[in-house]
Antibody
Framework: EVQLVQSGAEVKKPGESLKISCKGS????????IGWVRQMPGKGLEWMGI????????RYSPSFQGQVTISADKSISTAYLQWSSLKASDTAMYYC????????????WGQGTLVTVSS | QSVLTQPPSASGTPGQRVTISCSGS????????VNWYQQLPGTAPKLLIY???QRPSGVPDRFSGSKSGTSASLAISGLQSEDEADYYC????????????FGTGTKVTVL
């Protein structure tokens, strides 16, 4: 069974750094893309970027380029989303997703990680 | 800001057919396939339709997708109470940078 299991909820202060994780299981982790999607409170879905763990090819949405870092450790089948300096506007639910194909659609979703940034 | 535009809401009574539109441009829907996602209240989204009109295993055939030019549609036939959810279209965009874009989302209410 394919599963994406994300790390738990985080409460941080503005300016702090953060790295959240997404562990894939039940499939070949290096053969599918892993992406990240943001959903701000009461708002829609926003695609942030993806990484192909097989060769670390990484692509970002223009809206998130330079704002976050996506990485993966294929030895432990885990992808990461990282911030160096959080802002209050980063408060959101973050989902990791598995991408299938050359122009991937996202067929499996993690349970979500709620990040709250507040002073 | 999303480049795929959907109506904010749609509604119907049980058994009715509801259609949701998704309007894009030549750089996204016009040149790439469309996917649809369903988000039930308080849950993670799930893939509903991929490659314009393909249903993943387990998705009822009441859900169907279509695409024409720079627009796409999702139809729900025989609307059921459990279909009350948010629906998002999505596609790759091949403008300056290649990236994935979600639609603005449509809230479907079963009356």
């Amino acid at each position: 069974e394919v599963q994406l299991v994300q790390s738990g909820a985080e409460v941080k202060k503005p300016g702090e750094s953060l790295k959240i994780s997404c562990k894939g299981s039940g499939y070949s982790f290096t053969s599918y893309w892993i992406g990240w999607v943001r959903q701000m409170p009461g708002k829609g879905l926003e695609w942030m970027g993806i990484i192909y763990p097989g060769d670390s090819d990484t692509r970002y949405s223009p809206s998130f380029q330079g704002q976050v870092t996506i990485s993966a450790d294929k030895s432990i089948s885990t992808a990461y989303l990282q911030w160096s300096s959080l802002k209050a506007s980063d408060t959101a639910m973050y989902y990791c997703v598995r991408g299938d194909g050359d122009s991937p659609f996202f067929d499996y979703w993690g349970q979500g990680t709620l990040v709250t940034v507040s002073s | 800001q999303s480049v795929l535009t959907q109506p904010p809401s749609a509604s119907g009574t049980p058994g009715q057919r509801v259609t949701i539109s998704c309007s894009g441009s030549s750089s996204n829907i016009g040149s790439n396939t469309v996917n649809w996602y369903q988000q039930l209240p308080g849950t993670a989204p799930k893939l509903l339709i991929y490659s314009n009109n393909q249903r993943p295993s387990g998705v009822p055939d009441r859900f169907s997708g279509s695409k024409s030019g720079t627009s796409a549609s999702l139809a729900i036939s025989g609307l059921q109470s459990e279909d009350e959810a948010d629906y998002y279209c999505a596609a790759w965009d091949d403008s300056l940078n290649v990236y994935y874009v979600f639609g603005t989302g449509t809230k479907v209410t079963v009356l």
